[in-house]
């Protein structure tokens, strides 16, 4: 498996808490900034700070939160915590590290469309105008990415797909939704790993368990991972349910 470089990021950096800076790539949502934004966030985590506890990364920026008490004592530059970490993140910046973004895996996702699984998948065809067939091919034909990891532990927003699902979310959420359910939200799609209200478009359900708090990684999937949908029969999804 081969390594590409990435490039290093312009970013700036806004104050979120009194324990937390946001750093903010830009606007865009792209394979490259997702690139840059993973590389970063490894570089900050294999080079803590005093008082670094975790970062968070989502669509373009990182969320870096710290222990402030840890942080006033260091011998960094600054009038303030926030000042201090934004002096070592901009820093750590313009070190001369050899970053490097590592091929992505690929997760095979097996999804029963409709059946009972999908319960929106009908009206979904008959707002664009296609087939249910069509819908279930055009949804499973592309290769997504996994931009982030939020919502609830395991969810998985992912990028990629054909612009012609693009669907707003439901008007009135569920109060439930099942796990493994696979949903549109405009131009993204995604998989619950646990029953939880939401309101994007339901069109199948995948019978593996994306999130588990006893597996050494709980969530299956994770930032930067590609991810392709193989439609399965209701038999099919029973079996590997077992």
């Not at 490259?32 to 968070?56: E, H, K």
């Not at 994007?200 to 995948?206: A, P």
């Not at 392709?228 to 999804?237: D, I, L, Q, T, Y």
Request: proline share 9%; hydrophobic share 40%; net charge neutral.
């Amino acid at each position: 498996m081969q390594s590409q470089p990435a490039v290093q990021p312009n970013f700036d950096i806004y104050f979120l808490s009194e324990q937390a800076v946001t750093v903010a790539f830009g606007p865009e949502i792209s394979e490259a900034r997702l690139q840059q934004i993973t590389a970063f966030d490894r570089l900050i985590s294999q080079n803590p700070f005093p008082g670094f506890r975790c970062s968070v990364p989502a669509y373009h920026t990182i969320s870096v939160f710290y222990d402030p008490l840890k942080v006033s004592k260091s011998d960094f530059p600054g009038v303030d915590s926030f000042a201090k970490v934004s002096w070592y993140l901009q820093k750590l910046k313009l070190e001369p590290e050899n970053i490097v973004v590592k091929e992505a895996s690929t997760i095979t996702i097996p999804v029963c469309y409709g059946n009972g699984f999908g319960p929106d998948l009908e009206e979904l065809a008959k707002s664009h105008q296609l087939s249910m067939e069509a819908i279930i091919h055009l949804h499973s034909a592309a290769v997504y990415k996994v931009y982030m990891i939020g919502f609830v532990p395991g969810f998985a927003y992912l990028g990629g797909m054909n612009e012609v699902l693009d669907t707003p979310r439901k008007a009135v959420p569920r109060q439930k939704i099942p796990a493994g359910s696979v949903g549109i939200a405009g131009k993204q799609t995604g998989i619950y790993p646990m029953e939880t209200p939401g309101g994007w478009q339901i069109i199948g359900r995948t019978p593996l368990q994306l999130f588990a708090a006893d597996r050494p990684q709980p969530a299956l999937l994770k930032a930067g991972d590609n991810v392709v949908f193989k439609p399965v029969s209701v038999n099919e999804f029973k079996l590997i349910s077992y």
